[in-house]
């Protein structure tokens, strides 16, 4: 490596890390302020470069327009963030605070579709920035100038957000806020102005970011998944809340990534990962973030107790779902089968964030160490099926014994984070090592065994294993460990001064979730016959998170309903209409509105009252 | 609050009565399975077009054998568990007699599978993976596009004749890159053994953030680049690399990188004198393309991209063999897709008995900016029949059973 090279990479990473930075600092800000996790943000980011896009060529204001236009689709963005706070979020902030990341799930689904339904699905190229769309010789190579206006932009943009906390009275209530929140509202702060005005100004960041990667980057529909988990890690890298930190690591990855690229050219994947998962382990709260204070009110990430399905309710499901599939039509023993392994791996995660108080956001790797180490198992070691059916599942669980031992040293978003970082090594494990794993082409042919192939058959196979997970984790949940727990959930602190060892029943509440995740992998694998990377996925970790949330994290019951509503309002929507984004994530919205416990939750606090 | 409430158990009354099955119809029905949203839009919205205006124009006619055809359309997300579950669902529920379409390889790959395991026929669109009908090839499945191999061999055959010995690559990181720059290296090194490589690079596919590895091509200071980038990930490194004046220093070979789905997007910052296959569809003299064009861009008010013509070949050849068979079973019309020689509006294409590879082929040539129409497009191309690339039928067999 040259010096001029260096020099170069080093410039195209600050270059991204810029754009990094204003996306990574609104979400940082967002998260720090209200707590919500909002998956909307790399939608808000899109729907700006779109608008960046189209405004340019409306405005009749000739070179100029594209700088306009910028600042306007950002403005737009945040009036858009403004409206989702006051119309949609403000209606659930009372529920446990993960109901607004459902809330903003469903909005990712409906501005995607939106935004296809506007500007169609073909790929676009924005116009480059008028009189910075040349280069400019640095150390005998020619570098971009827009990118050398970004770098100096972020710093810019990161000054006038500083003036704003430390300068002006608004500043305060938000740092107090992101500090305290409980007790800047004792003493007597508007909470829903502060709000509202954060996520305002959130939005607008992340539409600048948008509005300003036009030059650099074609506009797809697909960019706001794409843009939301990388400004995650710049957001807990950094450590939440922080303005300063989100800069840092935005800088620390983006350069990363660019020398990355010489350095080690097929880890692309999985460097970011990487680089959060050991910062997570030797700085749990992020490069300059602060440790939280303990929550004050207990089990303020579940909130209450919902409803106990009634034993006879229970049998009468059972009794149903052993008689009657051998009487439907095909497809719909198939698609139990499917529900059922949801059931099963949202029950597995309710263990972990309903009674652990752990959200998990890469509970996707015990899935996919599930179906993979059944599928490893069949296609190197040529294991009968039923064998392989078992052990796929032990694999899940010595694979979440060993991250399990990280994850619960840390709480809350950094768990989480954590989590997600795990998953994705694993992911880019088994998307990479293509002589084993097949990579992204999968490995196929794992069939049940010929004995079980028909689909009524297998149903029984996976109604069995489900069935009898489902029924463990129930046991699990309310014996004395699950209680245990409960209290090490609801107050850490307490728990630990009663004497109990709560690292180590968290650990093996993650090793349990681990064994059952597994098993609905398992389950899930022999029923499509192959396997893939995209089990390991980011969406495949946000699933289970949803189907908990939409039945009910306060009790386990939850996970299976949710997990039938929404494979059934999935599968059917996708079915009837194209939009099927738009359909079902404004039912979804509809619903967590209507129910914003989740349908059990709501039905456990009726039946209260 | 209360009137919300409603609303809610209202959506989960209608899933309800969504959930109901629908009952079996007398069309013959096709399942099409393909990446409607998402990562392949750009290319399957096109191909639907296309596919809708084969089945209108079909059902125009009469139908075949008396009776009308209908497709029924599933979106798979990109996501090959998805497009099995549709698979389940269209031939369990909506008894289609076939399913077609799927977009990405490993969807293909998985619903091919699917369709081995239960004697099912999968008529595979676009998936460009060479396994489909090779290592992982079946009786059951048939493949129209021509594969990652065919295409690096056809651009691997010119650039062979070319002076260039120092290659470097840049490509998604997932089987299509790998394969598209293997089978082409492989038979370069073999027309031309004193070529090296002097760099491969690999982003993340629909992730790629071009400055870093424009400028880590340009220092590896390579005489050519092989590119395998496709959608986003290449509009976004054209721009970077014009900025940084790759083009000018290196010369460029792109698969697919002439397809209008490809191109057009770049408007007149298309590079010019790359080496591509592609579609070029402006330019295609035989009087039943000409027609084909003039009756897409009639039905859509949008010119065709390489989508819509497999869509359009894809659904002639199942009309084809649905007629040569007489019916809709299932193993009679799989022996009908067997050495099935078709009429297109390209000319006629033959479904190879051995493996199922239909013959044709792609269209070779080099970019230029066409000022007028302000897009880029190809010139001096040729188009190169499957056949004269594709392994014979005893190297088919070896692929077929070594894997």
Redesign the interface.
Same mark, same amino acid.
């Given at each position: 490596m040259t010096p001029a090279l260096i020099l170069i990479q080093l410039l195209s990473g600050l270059a991204h890390a810029m754009v990094l930075f204003l996306i990574a600092s609104g979400l940082s800000l967002i998260f720090g302020v209200t707590r919500v996790v909002n998956f909307a943000h790399g939608s808000f980011y899109m729907l700006a470069a779109y608008l960046t896009y189209s405004l340019t060529a409306a405005l009749p204001l000739g070179p100029g327009a594209f700088y306009v236009a910028v600042i306007l689709a950002a403005l737009a963005v945040a009036v858009v963030g403004l409206a989702v706070e006051v119309v949609l979020l403000r209606r659930v902030y009372r529920a446990p605070e993960l109901y607004q990341l459902l809330l903003t799930f469903a909005l990712v689904l409906v501005i995607a579709d939106v935004v296809a339904f506007v500007w169609g699905t073909e790929n676009k190229t924005g116009p480059s920035a008028p009189g910075l769309a040349g280069s400019v010789a640095i150390a005998g190579q020619l570098f971009p100038s827009y990118d050398l206006v970004l770098i100096a932009l972020g710093p810019i943009v990161a000054a006038a957000l500083w003036w704003l906390f430390y300068r002006t009275r608004w500043g305060i209530l938000i740092r107090a806020a992101t500090q305290d929140r409980e007790m800047v509202a004792a003493l007597g702060v508007d909470q829903a102005v502060l709000f509202t005005s954060v996520f305002a100004l959130g939005s607008f960041l992340a539409g600048l970011g948008g509005g300003l990667q036009v030059p650099r980057q074609a506009l797809t529909t697909v960019m706001d998944t794409t843009v939301i988990t990388e400004a995650f890690v710049v957001v807990v890298v950094g450590g939440m809340g922080s303005v300063a930190g989100a800069l840092l690591a935005a800088i620390l990855i983006g350069v990363i990534d660019a020398f990355g690229v010489l350095v080690l050219p097929r880890a692309s994947l999985v460097l970011i990962f990487v680089v959060m998962a050991v910062v997570l382990v030797v700085r749990p709260w992020g490069l300059l973030g602060r440790p939280e204070l303990a929550a004050r009110s207990a089990g303020g990430a579940v909130g209450g107790e919902g409803v106990t399905a009634p034993r006879t309710l229970v049998l009468a499901i059972v009794a149903v779902l052993v008689v009657v599939p051998p009487f439907l039509p095909t497809f719909y023993v198939w698609l139990l089968i499917e529900v059922l392994a949801f059931a099963l791996f949202a029950a597995s995660l309710h263990l972990l964030m309903g009674a652990g108080g752990m959200v998990s956001f890469g509970h996707a790797a015990a899935f996919g160490l599930g179906a993979y180490g059944a599928a490893l198992l069949m296609r190197w070691a040529h294991v009968p099926m039923p064998l392989a059916f078992v052990a796929g599942p032990l694999a899940a669980a010595a694979g979440a014994a060993v991250t399990g031992f990280f994850c619960v040293r840390l709480t809350r978003i950094y768990f989480a984070m954590l989590t997600l970082a795990f998953a994705q090594i694993v992911y880019a494990i088994v998307h990479q090592w293509y002589d084993v794993t097949g990579g992204d082409n999968g490995l196929l042919g794992v069939w049940p065994a010929r004995w079980l192939a028909s689909p009524v058959r297998y149903y029984y196979v996976a109604l069995l294993a489900c069935g009898v997970g489902l029924a463990a984790l129930s046991l699990i949940e309310r014996a004395p460990f699950g209680l245990t727990l409960r209290a090490a959930r609801d107050h850490a602190a307490r728990a630990e001064a009663c004497g109990v060892h709560v690292r180590l029943h968290q650990w093996v509440a993650f090793l349990i979730a681990g064994l059952f995740g597994g098993l609905a992998g398992t389950t899930f694998a022999f029923l499509k016959g192959s396997v893939f990377p995209n089990y390991v996925s980011v969406p495949m970790s946000v699933e289970p998170l949803v189907m908990v949330l939409l039945g009910g994290v306060q009790t386990l019951a939850g996970a299976p309903l949710g997990a039938a509503v929404f494979k059934a309002l999935d599968t059917f929507v996708t079915q009837y209409t194209q939009y099927w984004q738009l359909v079902l994530g404004t039912i979804l919205i509809v619903i967590v509105v209507a129910f914003p416990r989740g349908i059990l939750g709501v039905m456990g606090a009726r039946r209260r009252a | 609050?209360k009137g919300? *409430?409603? /609303? !809610? =158990?209202l &959506?989960?009354m209608l899933?309800?009565v969504?959930?109901w099955?629908a009952a079996a119809q007398s069309p013959i029905r096709i399942g099409d399975i393909n990446t409607?949203? !998402?990562?392949g839009?750009?290319f399957t %919205?096109p191909y639907r077009a296309a596919v809708e205006m084969a089945v209108d124009e079909i059902n125009g006619k009469g139908g075949i054998l008396g009776r009308k055809v209908e497709v029924i359309?599933?979106?798979d997300? %990109? @996501?090959?568990?998805e497009a099995?579950?549709h698979a @389940?669902?269209l031939v &369990?529920?909506e008894k289609v007699a076939l399913i077609t379409g799927t977009f990405l390889?490993?969807v293909g790959? $998985?619903v091919s599978? =699917?369709a081995k @395991?239960n004697s099912t026929l999968f008529v595979a669109a676009e998936p460009l993976?060479e396994?489909i009908t090779w290592s992982?090839g079946h009786d059951h499945v048939f493949r129209v596009r021509p594969n990652t191999y065919e295409q690096g061999r056809m651009l691997a055959d010119k650039a062979g004749k070319m002076k260039h010995v120092k290659w470097a690559t840049i490509g998604p990181?997932?089987?299509y890159g790998?394969r598209a720059w293997e089978t082409f290296r492989d038979r370069l090194k073999e027309l031309k053994p004193e070529v090296q490589v002097v760099g491969?690079?690999?982003? $993340?596919l629909?992730?790629l953030?071009p400055?870093?590895?424009v400028?880590?091509i /340009?220092?590896q200071d390579p005489d050519a680049l092989y590119v395998s980038l496709f %959608?986003?990930d290449? /509009? !976004?490194f054209v *721009?970077?690399a014009q900025? *940084? !004046?790759l083009f000018q220093k290196m010369f460029v070979v792109g698969i697919l990188l002439g397809e209008p789905?490809y191109i057009?997007? /770049?408007?007149t910052?298309a590079p010019e004198g790359m080496l591509v296959t592609g579609y070029p569809w402006y330019d295609i003299q035989a009087p039943a393309h000409k027609d084909f064009v003039a009756r897409f861009t009639k039905r859509t008010d949008k010119n065709p991209v390489l989508g819509s013509l497999v869509g359009y070949v894809t659904y002639l050849s199942i009309f084809d063999a649905v007629r040569k068979a007489g019916t809709t079973d299932t193993e009679k019309l799989v022996a009908a897709f067997r050495g099935l020689k078709v009429e297109t509006p390209i000319g006629p294409i033959t479904f190879r008995a051995s493996d199922g590879q239909s013959t044709m082929g792609a269209w070779v040539g080099t970019t230029k900016v066409d000022a007028k129409r302000g897009v880029g497009i190809m010139v001096n191309h040729e188009y190169i029949a499957g056949e004269s690339v594709l392994p014979s039928d005893e190297q088919v067999r070896k692929l077929r059973t070594g894997g």
């Open positions: - | 609050m919300t *409430r409603w /609303l !809610g =158990w &959506a989960l899933t309800a969504a959930v099955p409607y949203s !998402g990562i839009a750009p %919205g359309f599933r979106d997300k %990109g @996501q090959p568990a099995v579950k @389940q669902e &369990a529920s390889s490993n790959l $998985a599978d =699917w @395991q993976t396994a992982k990181n997932y089987e790998k491969e690079h690999w982003p $993340a629909g992730k953030e400055g870093p590895f400028t880590a /340009l220092n %959608g986003s290449w /509009l !976004g *721009r970077e900025k *940084r !004046g789905e057009d997007p /770049l408007k910052e």
